[in-house]
């Protein structure tokens, strides 16, 4: 039985878009970036937390304190116009940002991250200094020090942050 040539012509138009679509759709897929990798803090594996207070001790102690209690009068400028080291215990505010800002602030600084190159900071760049597993490594130590209230609180904070990356 030989097919109607109008349905033979609908036939082959149905399939040259589904051809033509599929098509689309693997070249849109293939143009997409990679997500950037998440990096979550290990507040709970000795390990990590062994390396991160090691570079804690090194690299952080200084101005964010031995037990991160930070400098004095933190939220007032100083005479250079810098703030000072904030705390990062719980009297601090760096539990109320997700571990991917920490990150960020940590790797490339604040300036990038808020896309403000002019912002100045008194807080080093760690890019090339750490690498990206060594700053997961300390700012897990500072995560290990918190009270467990206020890492439950962050790890709300990190929910949130990941739940609005797939919106």
Not at 76 to 104: C, I, K, V, Y
Not at 115 to 125: I, K, L, S
């Amino acid at each position: 039985m030989a097919l109607k040539p109008a349905v033979l012509r609908t036939a082959v138009l149905l399939a040259l878009l589904l051809v033509a679509g599929t098509g689309y759709f693997f070249l849109r897929a293939g143009n997409r970036q990679a997500a950037p990798p998440l990096h979550g803090l290990r507040a709970d594996d000795p390990q990590v937390l062994r390396v991160g207070a090691r570079i804690y001790a090194q690299q952080c102690a200084t101005c964010h304190g031995a037990r991160g209690e930070g400098q004095p009068d933190w939220r007032n400028r100083g005479s250079d116009g810098l703030l000072p080291a904030p705390p990062h215990d719980a009297s601090g505010h760096t539990w109320h940002h997700s571990d991917e800002q920490l990150f960020a602030i940590t790797k490339q600084g604040l300036a990038r991250l808020i896309d403000q190159p002019g912002y100045r900071t008194a807080m080093p760049v760690y890019d090339g200094v750490l690498s990206d597993d060594e700053i997961v490594a300390v700012l897990s130590w500072i995560k290990a020090q918190w009270p467990p209230e206020i890492r439950r609180r962050h790890d709300e904070i990190n929910t949130r942050y990941r739940q609005s990356l797939s919106r």
